[in-house]
């Protein structure tokens, strides 16, 4: 077995043992010969520690190292030596804090650093716009840690007890996701790098600005945004008067009768040819557009016919729904011609009264989102009953993969309704619910208490994020505040308004319920008893939120934290506090949100239906998944399942596999090994290939489908995936 080393810029290391030795050897001379170590004193600590190593379910990282040296010196009674050991260690931690980055940019620019390689796994990190974006994110972070926040919100940070995230955007004053008020930019014209665009003529047109509008706006924010197909909807009326114009105009210059039937006919074709060209705009752009973040726009495409009224208008969104769907489940070409699945647009299909039962109108919408859903892993679902229960009779679309906007009153639309469009959100900090189970070391007077200082934490944190946008002009994104995405400000205002009266929302977000439950109780949170701690401690949350709503005006929210990389961190920094807890702290990784623990045995319809009841307690944001087989030539369970969404839960998803190998043609779930030196690898199970260059893997990870691969951790998790159905 090969032990690996995490070294501080990230990268990831053999280990080496005579390091070590070296390293006591030097500190061993600084001191008169009386107080020395000898040599098999020496070698004893450093074997020692590599059997510690080895013992470690994770690679270690340097300070974990240099821990172990330190307590295996004292052991040898070298007092000494240790003194000159951990004074050694000082004055090398100052140097570094002297400019805490440039180690971490030189390892991304020698494509070495592998925390941020696989920190998000629809960037590419090769990439020269990636690494200009994480080369500034490194500086982002080292004045965010440095100057920006407390040293008590930067400790917790680094301990894994909270989790700041996004610190690489924190600097430049960002916000995190939103919902493009698509509607007022097409139909009142807005302004994109200060050239007026004005009302579109066409479908077809409609569409090529949305695609500009969601790359401009992808490029001033750092979190997903959402754009709905029922704001072009009305464009397809247009291009019909316009087509059936130009096509009366052409038969009488040639002199062709105007029979009224032929016309409509010619109309209609015509019709459906723009829209297939329009949408495969939108897919074509969206997937081959690269903001200045270095990745395509993490964009999600709601589709609800109870946006539109009913007659010709939801008639035509159901045709553009029907086309997305088809072009869709089809996919796009890779470099060598195979058809793939595409990690964007999300998509989001809505179950409603006209589209749950066979003979409802668009029934046959819902027959071909499932097979979409078998095929590409998307659309995903809300459940218009569900919804409504539980948003005040509203339905709406999240804000990217799942950052749902508060209802709010203070908010309405011209016509009276509340509003969302055009609505955002200032950002994220997520609570280690583990950490708190593990330090109040079962007792539960004392996680209570533990808990309410944490969530103070959070809160401070959480401010910190309100107070960096607070002050920031418009000019700063004049596609979001002043030309219509978010807002209409004049140029020199500032955005201060749109942070307070429920405009935008801010994000308490929450890890580990499950393993939290079962460090408290024993069991898994699907037990009963359990089951009742955990809704208790997710009313807390809300309660918290409440609170800090009512005295501040800022409408903070519970949302279900979406953990890529940070599972793999808070896993490590758990293991590092408190050891090996069986069920607890055992993996790479912890649960994301409320969810059931990956290896549960459990089937698809009573996970949805117990994860229910949490998810109304997680009104920021959630969303659930089922994992499933290939289901191509199993329709009828996959809409067994979609009914059963309907009928039980607000927002959910099938999990599917969709995977090629450029080596040998395989179509089919690539699989998940262990290599020699025991870390996971990704290999064909067809030939044999590991190359992660010849392999094409789609995988849902947090809410997204992720296609560049993911660390250790969200790795370790992919595979010890159980299926539901």
Known sequence: MILKVIKRNGEEVSFEISKIKNAITKANKEIPKIHQLNSYQIDAIADTIEKQLCELPHAANVEDIQDMVEKGIMEMRGYEVAQKYVRYRFKRELARKANTTDNGILALIDRMNEEVKQENSNKNPVINSTQRDYMAGEVSKDLTMRLLLPEEVVRAHKEGIIHFHDSDYFAQREHNCDLIDLEDMLQNGTVISETMIEKPHSFYTACNITTQIVAQVASNQYGGQTFTLSHLAPFVEISRKKIRDNTVKLRRELGEPLDEKIIERITEEQLKDEITRGIQTIQYQLITLMT????????????????????????????????????????????????????????????????????????????????????????????????????????YPCMGCRSFLTVEDSQRNKNGGHKFYGRFNQGVVTINLVDVACSSEGDMDQFWKILDERLELCHRALRCRHERLLGTPSDVAPILWQNGALARLEKGEKIDKLLYNGYSTISLGYAGLCEMTMRMMGKPHTDPQAKEFALKVMQRLNDKCAQWKAAENISYSVYGTPMESTTYRFAKCLQKRFGIIPGVTDKNYITNSYHVHVTEEIDAFTKLKFEADFQRLSPGGAISYVEVPNMQHNIPAVLSVMQFIYDNIMYAELNTKSDYCECCGFDGEILIQEDESGKLVWECPNCGNRDQNKLTVARRTCGYIGTQFWNQGRTQEIRDRVLHL
């Open 292 to 395: 200045c973040n270095g990745q395509a726009p993490f964009v999600t495409v709601f589709m609800y016919l109870g946006e539109v009224p009913e007659g010709q208008t939801r008639n035509d969104l159901a045709m553009i729904i029907e086309e997305v769907m088809r072009q869709r489940m089809q996919g796009v070409k890779n470099q060598h011609g195979v058809w793939i699945t595409p990690a964007f647009p999300k998509l989001i299909y809505v179950l409603d009264e006209d589209n749950i039962t066979p003979g409802s109108p668009y029934w046959h919408l819902t027959e071909l989102a499932a097979q979409c859903t078998a095929k590409r892993m998307v659309p995903d679902y809300i459940s218009a009953k569900v919804m409504k229960e539980l948003k005040r009779g509203d339905v």
